[in-house]
């Protein structure tokens, strides 16, 4: 592929700035300059701190292009575990729900895998439900604007096979220590997870026990050390956890199944 003249300024520009992966950057970022002149314009930005997604529009999720729109939740690489560890705990054409959706890159997957025979998703930032309506309108998945279960129709209630929910578990002290990507550029509603990360999670598992099927999971992600917290709030409820992790992606998901 021949080089763009200004690849090695920009690699410069960004290594400068403090991107760990600038040539690959480099190479985005002169894809995405459609014309060539905001080329600089995405480099200074992306200088200033700008999520990359943010710049392209995009983020790759599991294999595929999701498209991310400004302030909204970034896919994160590790979330690939929460969306593997909830396919393998659910049958083929189960009744499923992506909460706190984000710009909808679980359902996205999981249309995917699990070909369900229902499939929504619902969030409370009125920008990430744009997104995600946008990523999964050739699906003809709707995508319902609420507080999580509030959002989403009541005949639903009590017939879900899997409810994936990723959640905001980081501590509310520690959003301040977030990298400038997240914490200046995502929605406030998408990281902070209240004093201990849990708060939204608990609120979480306790709407699932009446949204769940009999057998069905509850399946989000949560930090290491919020693992045995959230195993109480689980088992207090009546589900049956389970934990799955995985060091290279330094990713934990939690499941609370209903039994039945």
């Given at each position: 592929?021949?080089?763009?003249?200004?690849?090695?300024?920009?690699?410069?520009?960004?290594?400068?700035?403090?991107?760990?992966?600038?040539?690959?950057?480099?190479?985005?970022?002169?894809?995405?300059?459609?014309?060539?002149?905001?080329?600089?314009?995405?480099?200074?930005?992306?200088?200033?701190?700008?999520?990359?997604?943010?710049?392209?529009?995009?983020?790759?999720?599991?294999?595929?292009r999701v498209g991310v729109d400004p302030g909204v939740?970034?896919?994160?690489?590790?979330?690939?575990?929460?969306?593997?560890?909830?396919?393998?705990?659910?049958?083929?054409?189960?009744?499923?729900?992506?909460?706190?959706?984000?710009?909808?890159?679980?359902?996205?997957?999981?249309?995917?895998?699990?070909?369900?025979?229902?499939?929504?998703?619902?969030?409370?930032?009125?920008?990430?439900?744009?997104?995600?309506?946008?990523?999964?309108?050739?699906?003809?998945?709707?995508?319902?604007?609420?507080?999580?279960?509030?959002?989403?129709?009541?005949?639903?209630?009590?017939?879900?096979?899997?409810?994936?929910?990723?959640?905001?578990?980081?501590?509310?002290?520690?959003?301040?220590?977030?990298?400038?990507?997240?914490?200046?550029?995502?929605?406030?509603?998408?990281?902070?997870?209240?004093?201990d990360g849990l708060a939204v999670l608990r609120r979480?598992?306790?709407?699932?026990?009446?949204?769940?099927?009999?057998?069905?999971?509850?399946?989000?992600?949560?930090?290491?050390?919020?693992?045995?917290?959230?195993?109480?709030?689980?088992?207090?409820?009546?589900?049956?956890?389970?934990?799955?992790?995985?060091?290279?992606?330094?990713?934990?998901?939690?499941?609370?199944?209903?039994?039945?």
């Amino acid at each position: 592929m021949k080089r763009h003249p200004d690849r090695s300024a920009v690699v410069t520009r960004l290594r400068a700035a403090g991107c760990v992966f600038a040539e690959d950057e480099a190479d985005l970022l002169i894809s995405a300059a459609d014309p060539p002149e905001r080329l600089a314009d995405l480099v200074d930005r992306r200088a200033a701190g700008q999520p990359l997604e943010h710049l392209l529009g995009w983020a790759e999720f599991c294999g595929l292009r999701v498209g991310v729109d400004p302030g909204v939740f970034v896919p994160r690489a590790r979330t690939a575990l929460l969306v593997s560890a909830a396919a393998a705990a659910t049958r083929p054409g189960a009744a499923v729900l992506d909460l706190c959706c984000g710009s909808g890159a679980a359902a996205l997957v999981l249309a995917g895998r699990l070909r369900p025979r229902w499939l929504a998703a619902a969030d409370l930032d009125p920008a990430a439900v744009a997104c995600a309506r946008r990523n999964l309108a050739h699906l003809g998945v709707p995508v319902y604007q609420g507080d999580l279960f509030d959002a989403v129709p009541p005949e639903r209630r009590g017939r879900l096979d899997l409810v994936v929910a990723n959640a905001p578990y980081v501590p509310t002290e520690a959003v301040p220590l977030l990298p400038p990507e997240a914490r200046l550029h995502e929605a406030p509603v998408a990281l902070d997870g209240g004093r201990d990360g849990l708060a939204v999670l608990r609120r979480v598992a306790r709407g699932a026990v009446d949204w769940l099927a009999p057998g069905g999971h509850l399946a989000v992600e949560v930090s290491g050390r919020q693992v045995d917290a959230y195993r109480v709030v689980l088992t207090g409820l009546g589900l049956v956890p389970s934990v799955v992790h995985d060091e290279d992606l330094d990713a934990t998901a939690v499941l609370g199944r209903r039994p039945g």
